[in-house]
């Protein structure tokens, strides 16, 4: 097989440039891919029939031993359309206005109005965008009467969705991320007897994704501490000091329908329940064990790790979305097809990059360009397993500020990290790696932390775009107020989360210690307004 050297890594890089220097993603990673086709197949030509097989078959691929077509990719983009046209009428037809105003109610003084609109963020799980939008039209008006600024609305707004979506079960997300571990899975070996589970990898992740965890808790740390620094506690003081004026008419508030909780809440409920019901049935159908398995934690996590996610959250949230069809039928059929339209346009650039990043995953793996292999045996000698999440997060954190995008960033980083940290662990150690090694884990998260991260620090962010403008608030002062907040729950994540783990610091032991430095740096370094 062919030795690609450094050019191996020339498709990836020049993704990543691209995207930096034209802020969009969908063609930069076309671009590395044209590059990386030119690099493999040596002509134009070849290259081009390469290609076009190599994006087909990031869709669907033909398994000689199964005898069958393996279409786990488009179920995964079935799956995020779907949730895209449940987001969409959900919210035409009037359900999660009339949840966020019941919980906007409760809302009486400035902890409660941030806190109100923190807890809003955790039951919006489904979907960040969907997240973004709703948080910041609905709470403005509330926020403004409480005097909050617009400064800390859109930071309470985009700290909260990404995370939440990350981490939640159902959820937008929760499918790209899982495919994007099972690609890195691919051609990769384990000690002999592991059973290695892209689902149950993402399980076991979520406790070391110090960052995603820590920037979720520190946001009700801050409302509840009344304490702000730095450009956000200037931002807050000009707010809480303005004379009082009449409220700002919010077009977009006034015009969101006004129906029934259950019409938000419902469809979720059937979403998640579909979901986990599938995953129960068909991980013992897998795993060929009893019902009785389920009795115990460990039966638990074989038969979710056994299971079929893909299967189950495309039928989950098929059917949530006919449920949520069902219970806005006053709105009119007319109008709740182009809700659900105007759902599904939403999330067509995230199933774009979704291809993209599966073509570069492809692209860069072991039977074409090798890059894993190479970085491994570089990396192998020269960095310590115990520094590879730490090393992990930072990079992913560099590229997705880079670009803007999390979403680019795991499709471009996992597949590489996961089989360089199972070749770096097996130098190390000399034998073969255990799926549920603690570095592998540490490193998977890393990169699903470290991508947020970025986002959260990055200028040219989705999130960070949608979160300013539905929150009233000025794009540049947003990202002044909110990256001082990143950047503190960022660098404890390294202090007290990713260097620890990597020494083998147990991991309760990490977060009492990442907790307490988030709450007394606050405490020592804030003021109140």
Same mark, same amino acid.
């Given at each position: 097989?062919?030795d690609?050297?450094?050019?191996?890594?020339?498709?990836?890089?020049?993704?990543?440039?691209?995207?930096i220097?034209?802020?969009?993603?969908?063609?930069?990673?076309?671009?590395?891919?044209?590059?990386?086709a030119l690099?493999?197949?040596?002509?134009?030509?070849?290259?081009?029939?390469?290609?076009?097989?190599?994006?087909?078959?990031?869709? &669907?691929?033909?398994?000689?031993?199964e005898?069958?077509?393996?279409?786990?990719?488009?179920?995964?983009?079935?799956?995020?359309?779907?949730?895209?046209?449940?987001?969409?009428?959900?919210?035409?037809?009037?359900?999660?206005?009339?949840?966020?105003?019941?919980?906007?109610?409760?809302?009486?003084?400035?902890?409660?109005?941030?806190?109100?609109?923190?807890?809003?963020?955790?039951?919006?799980?489904?979907?960040?965008?969907a997240?973004?939008?709703?948080?910041?039209?609905?709470?403005?008006?509330?926020?403004?009467?409480?005097?909050?600024?617009?400064?800390?609305?859109?930071?309470?707004?985009?700290?909260?969705?990404?995370?939440? &979506?990350?981490?939640?079960?159902?959820?937008?997300?929760?499918?790209?991320?899982?495919?994007?571990?099972?690609?890195?899975?691919?051609?990769?070996?384990?000690?002999?007897?592991?059973?290695?589970?892209?689902?149950?990898?993402?399980?076991?992740?979520?406790?070391?994704?110090?960052?995603?965890?820590?920037?979720?808790?520190?946001?009700?740390?801050?409302?509840?501490?009344?304490?702000?620094?730095?450009?956000?506690?200037? &931002?807050?003081?000009?707010?809480?000091?303005?004379?009082?004026?009449?409220?700002?008419?919010?077009? &977009?508030?006034?015009?969101?329908?006004?129906?029934?909780?259950?019409?938000?809440?419902?469809?979720?409920?059937?979403?998640?329940?579909?979901?986990?019901a599938?995953?129960?049935?068909?991980?013992?159908?897998?795993?060929?064990?009893?019902?009785?398995?389920?009795?115990?934690?460990? #039966?638990?996590?074989?038969?979710?790790?056994?299971?079929?996610?893909?299967?189950?959250?495309?039928?989950?949230?098929?059917?949530?979305?006919?449920?949520?069809?069902?219970?806005?039928?006053?709105?009119?059929?007319?109008?709740?097809?182009?809700?659900?339209?105007?759902?599904v346009?939403?999330?067509?650039?995230?199933?774009?990059?979704?291809?993209?990043?599966?073509?570069?995953?492809?692209?860069?793996?072991?039977?074409?360009?090798?890059?894993?292999?190479f970085?491994?045996?570089?990396?192998?000698?020269?960095?310590?397993?115990?520094?590879?999440?730490?090393?992990?997060?930072?990079?992913?954190?560099?590229v997705?500020?880079?670009?803007?995008?999390?979403?680019?960033?795991?499709?471009?980083?996992?597949?590489?990290?996961?089989?360089?940290?199972?070749?770096?662990?097996?130098?190390?150690?000399g034998?073969?790696?255990?799926?549920?090694?603690?570095?592998?884990?540490?490193?998977?998260?890393?990169?699903?932390?470290?991508?947020?991260?970025?986002?959260?620090?990055?200028?040219?962010?989705?999130?960070?775009?949608?979160?300013?403008?539905?929150? #009233?608030?000025?794009?540049?002062?947003?990202?002044?107020?909110?990256?001082?907040?990143?950047?503190?729950?960022?660098?404890?994540?390294?202090?007290?989360?990713?260097?620890?783990?990597?020494? #083998?610091?147990?991991?309760?032991?990490?977060?009492?210690?990442?907790?307490?430095?988030?709450?007394?740096?606050?405490w020592?370094?804030?003021?109140?307004?």
């Amino acid at each position: 097989m062919h030795d690609f050297g450094w050019w191996s890594l020339v498709p990836p890089v020049v993704a990543i440039v691209m995207a930096i220097a034209t802020r969009r993603v969908v063609v930069s990673l076309l671009i590395g891919l044209v590059v990386g086709a030119l690099i493999w197949k040596g002509s134009p030509l070849a290259a081009i029939g390469g290609l076009t097989f190599m994006l087909r078959d990031s869709l &669907a691929v033909y398994d000689d031993v199964e005898k069958a077509w393996d279409i786990g990719h488009i179920k995964v983009l079935l799956f995020t359309l779907m949730m895209g046209a449940m987001v969409g009428t959900v919210h035409r037809n009037g359900g999660m206005a009339a949840v966020a105003r019941g919980v906007a109610n409760w809302a009486s003084n400035r902890r409660r109005g941030q806190l109100a609109t923190w807890g809003l963020g955790l039951i919006i799980f489904i979907d960040d965008y969907a997240n973004s939008l709703l948080l910041g039209h609905t709470m403005r008006p509330v926020t403004d009467r409480l005097k909050i600024s617009r400064e800390k609305l859109a930071y309470l707004v985009d700290s909260t969705a990404a995370p939440v &979506a990350g981490l939640a079960l159902i959820s937008t997300w929760v499918a790209g991320e899982i495919s994007y571990i099972r690609d890195g899975l691919a051609g990769v070996t384990f000690a002999e007897g592991t059973a290695v589970d892209a689902f149950q990898l993402f399980m076991l992740s979520i406790p070391t994704r110090f960052y995603v965890l820590w920037a979720l808790l520190f946001v009700p740390i801050v409302a509840w501490l009344q304490r702000d620094f730095g450009p956000m506690l200037a &931002a807050e003081r000009r707010a809480a000091t303005a004379s009082d004026k009449p409220l700002e008419k919010d077009s &977009a508030a006034a015009d969101m329908p006004m129906g029934h909780w259950a019409s938000a809440v419902v469809p979720i409920l059937v979403t998640v329940l579909v979901t986990f019901a599938w995953l129960v049935y068909s991980g013992l159908q897998s795993t060929e064990q009893p019902w009785s398995v389920l009795r115990t934690l460990v #039966g638990w996590v074989d038969v979710i790790g056994g299971a079929g996610s893909t299967d189950a959250l495309m039928f989950g949230s098929f059917v949530g979305w006919i449920v949520a069809l069902i219970a806005g039928y006053r709105c009119g059929w007319v109008v709740l097809q182009r809700a659900s339209t105007t759902g599904v346009q939403q999330v067509l650039p995230a199933c774009a990059i979704l291809w993209m990043a599966w073509t570069m995953s492809d692209m860069t793996d072991s039977s074409h360009l090798q890059t894993a292999t190479f970085l491994a045996s570089g990396i192998g000698e020269s960095v310590a397993p115990w520094a590879l999440p730490t090393i992990v997060f930072g990079l992913s954190s560099l590229v997705a500020f880079s670009t803007g995008t999390s979403w680019g960033t795991m499709g471009i980083l996992m597949p590489i990290v996961i089989p360089t940290a199972v070749q770096v662990l097996a130098s190390a150690t000399g034998s073969p790696v255990s799926g549920t090694d603690t570095i592998l884990i540490a490193s998977i998260a890393s990169v699903l932390a470290g991508a947020i991260w970025g986002d959260h620090c990055s200028p040219i962010s989705d999130t960070t775009v949608l979160s300013s403008s539905a929150s #009233g608030c000025d794009h540049i002062a947003h990202v002044r107020t909110q990256m001082p907040y990143a950047l503190l729950v960022g660098a404890i994540s390294i202090a007290c989360g990713t260097l620890p783990v990597g020494l #083998g610091v147990p991991l309760a032991l990490t977060h009492v210690a990442g907790i307490s430095a988030l709450v007394g740096l606050l405490w020592v370094f804030g003021k109140k307004i």
